[in-house]
């Protein structure tokens, strides 16, 4: 029901062992300067080091935007970066993310009390990393005025990242050139509000910060294909389509498929 944490998959069967060894300390703590070789960390704390490796996951990896154009394209500002007082923006997210709270609420009221967690004030909605995209990837306000120059891709976290990449960045192509449908802006709006808000619900501390689709990438893959006008159940028999799982090979040949209907 909720998922607070990443997922890893631990491949080195000497890992555990490793880690609880007497040759690693882990220091809980923040590196506040490097000097040389010298790292001296926020508690005062320092050691010397041969090597740094930085493991810097979901951060502002869209840096060569300006926060202005970070806005308009629907990507979230870090820190303390904000538009410049001239920019406008042409939505009013407050009133599409208020109306998606209440929407999310009371389809899924389950999701409404979560679990006590560790630094459960980091939950709160004011902290949201919010990524304004249709579909996970397309500028709304662009759109709108019909700039379909640019897509963001490969901004959804799920266990199923290579099925996900194909559908996604197929169905970015066709909206690219001009071949896919959207809705108006106000359906997009609630589309990508809707989204912020389940995510952050149903994952908690992961959802806060990405647009975190772990373990629903199936219904994320059911949206683009209905976009695209295919059948997503694979399977060849209802009995399979209910107990046998999907692999990526189910969607083998999708690409063929929408060619071929389009001819036809």
């Known amino acids: 029901m909720w998922a607070n944490s990443g997922l890893g998959v631990v491949t080195l069967p000497d890992f555990w062992q490793t880690l609880h060894g007497d040759q690693l300390t882990v220091a809980r703590d923040q590196i506040e300067t490097i000097q040389g070789n010298n790292i001296v960390l926020k508690s005062g704390n320092d050691f010397v080091t041969d090597f740094v490796v930085m493991c810097t996951g979901w951060g502002d990896h869209f840096g060569m935007f300006s926060s202005d154009d970070k806005t ?87 266990v199923q990242t290579p099925l996900v990449a194909a559908v996604q960045s197929f169905w970015a192509i066709l909206y690219l050139l001009g071949e896919l449908s959207i809705p108006d802006k106000e359906t997009m709006a609630t589309e990508a509000s809707l989204w912020n808000a389940w995510t952050r619900k149903r994952y908690l501390g992961q959802g806060i910060k990405q647009p975190y689709s772990l373990y629903d990438f199936l219904p994320y893959v059911d949206t683009l294909f209905g976009d695209l006008k295919l059948n997503s159940r694979r399977k060849s028999n209802p009995i399979s389509e209910m107990l046998s799982p999907y692999k990526p090979e189910d969607f083998a040949g999708f690409i063929e498929e929408y060619i071929s209907s389009e001819r036809s």
Request: hydrophobic share 35%; net charge positive; with cysteine.
């Open 72 to 158: 308009t394209i629907g990507l979230p500002l870090y820190g303390s970066a904000a538009p410049s007082k001239n920019h406008c923006s042409s939505i009013n997210w407050d009133v599409y993310d208020t109306f998606a709270e209440e929407v999310v609420n009371k389809k899924l009221p389950f999701l409404t009390k979560p679990p006590d967690v560790l630094y459960k004030s980091r939950l709160d909605s004011s902290n949201q990393n919010h990524w304004r995209l249709y579909r996970r990837a397309i500028p709304i306000e662009l759109a709108d005025k019909g700039d379909r120059s640019i897509v963001i891709l490969g901004q959804i976290h799920t």
